[in-house]
């Protein structure tokens, strides 16, 4: 459970990313703003923030910040129910986003969460800055993190139920956190 302090301060960084970044939200969106550790406990680290802003029957599109080193941990999103799984599309709009696919290794090793290591195999590195996009398709494994500035992206995607998401850290409870105030 993410504590109230860790929350605000957590929230607080995230509006000022999106401030930076040029993007607008409005008071109800910021207010609406999820905070989300994964049932981890360490928002700072393995987390993200995100403001929805459009969610129809076939797609959703949100805002979402990685603060710096913050991390979403390894998962894919499989097909289920005759669903295909979601298929997601990530356009940085400020920072630098490091998203790890299968594949051939990166140039340097990624910052893994301590102690994480088993749990985030990937080392296929993309760096997308102002502008990059990239889509991932559905059961495709993959995690990614903030830049040395931290990451504002927009994140389009294929309507889903994300409860299907696999994990590859056993003590990830699924996209939990906390919405509006502490």
Sequence with gaps: MISPADFDRAKKAALDRIR??????SPA???????LDFGLGNVMSEGLETAHY????RMDI???VLLRGQTVPQ??????????????????????????????????????????HAFYTL?????????????IAPNTWHWFQG??????VLAHYTKA?????????PAVMGPVGRIGKP
């Design 75 to 116: 998962h894919l999103h499989p097909p289920y129910n005759g669903q295909m799984g979601k298929e997601e599309t990530l356009r940085v709009l400020s920072g630098c986003l490091r998203l790890y696919l299968p594949g051939e290794g990166a140039s340097s090793e990624p910052h893994v969460p301590e102690g994480k």
């Design 147 to 152: 830049g040395p500035d931290g990451a504002v």
């Design 161 to 169: 139920d994300d409860s299907f998401n696999q994990w590859t850290d």
């Design 62 to 64: 949100k805002v979402c």
């Design 123 to 135: 080392r296929r590195e993309l760096q997308l800055h102002p502008a990059d996009q990239y889509t």
């Design 20 to 25: 930076l970044s040029g993007f607008v939200l």
């Design 29 to 35: 969106e910021q207010e609406r703003m999820t905070v």
């Design 54 to 57: 459009l969610s129809s029957e």
